[in-house]
């Protein structure tokens, strides 16, 4: 729709290029809101994000592999934060300023922030699967290195992989690219390779996550009620079965996480395959990228050591001798 001044003259994104696009018509009540709301989004997602970063960074006691892949997934989530602005400029403005290399190579960057998310909540699944199901193996299945090195190939796969959808659908070979007009960002992807990814970066991820999830909540349960059986018995219950019932609530609090990422990424992908107006996909866009400070909002509610360690950041004890060593589950456990 052309955007048009009080003299009806029609506003293109590249006055002086005879192919430039029409720019989107909205009124000064629209544009306020949608910046607003992006601006708000942006600092919340990098703020809480970056919370999250410090907290496992800094303090020693947070040093396990499960915090490792949160660590990796927080940094995901705040990067996604940092380059809204940048999608807002073109849903706000309906073009593209920074070129056609940069739209190559920001389109790459997305889709890999995404996919590294989705990545990491394979890891925490299968992180978790092995902690609740089977726990004598953990220390040795699953160490700070062994999770370091997975974290690694899951972001040079999912740069990889998304670096090869825009290189084969001709994206930087300019005899091949093709666009309606001079100021989109947009890499028009082919029906083989879209049902690829929507396979390969959606079903079967999900699949696995959802799979791995429903055995981990059966164990769960049986735990759950043998641990409270004991107690109600007034049995003594070992350190074993405490920890058992930690890593259970640890396993609850993650699997929340990846139900709110399914709730958020679901409809977007229904959505995709079928025929819907833009402003649909552009809401939907909006709600996907809403997933990455929704997270830290999780660790929040259902983190005692996150309270914590916010306190301590927003206090600045952080800055304090040996404040790294301090012991945060000293009054609370996980």
Known sequence: MAYETEDHETQYCFPAINSSCIKGKRSSHEY?????????????????????????????????????????????????GLVM????????????????????????????????????????????????????????????????????????????????????????????RTYMCYGECSVLVGFAWRATDLFMSFIFPCILIISLYLRIFYVVLQQVKVINTLMKSGKCVNEGSVRRKSESKAALTLGIIVTVYLVCWIPYYICSISAVSSITMNVLTWVVYMNSGLNPMVYALFYPWFKKTVKHILTLKIFQPASSLVNIFSEHKL
């Open 85 to 176: 602005p940048i999608e807002a400029t073109r849903l706000i403005e309906m073009c593209w300023y920074f070129g056609d290399t940069f739209c190559g190579l920001y389109s790459i960057f997305i889709w890999m922030l995404l996919s590294a998310s989705l990545s990491n909540l394979v890891l925490i699944a299968v992180d978790r699967y092995v902690a609740v199901c089977h726990p004598l193996l953990y220390p040795q299945k699953i160490t700070m290195t062994k999770t370091l090195i997975s974290i690694c190939l899951s972001w040079v796969c999912s740069s990889t992989y998304n670096t090869a959808v825009v290189i084969n659908n001709g994206y930087f070979d300019i005899s091949r």
């Open 32 to 80: 306020n809101i949608i910046y607003v709301f992006v601006s708000v989004l942006s600092a919340w997602t990098v703020f809480l994000n970056l919370l999250v970063i410090i907290s496992i960074s800094h303090f020693k006691k947070l040093h396990t592999p499960t915090n490792l892949l949160i660590l990796s997934l927080a940094v995901a989530d705040m990067l996604v």
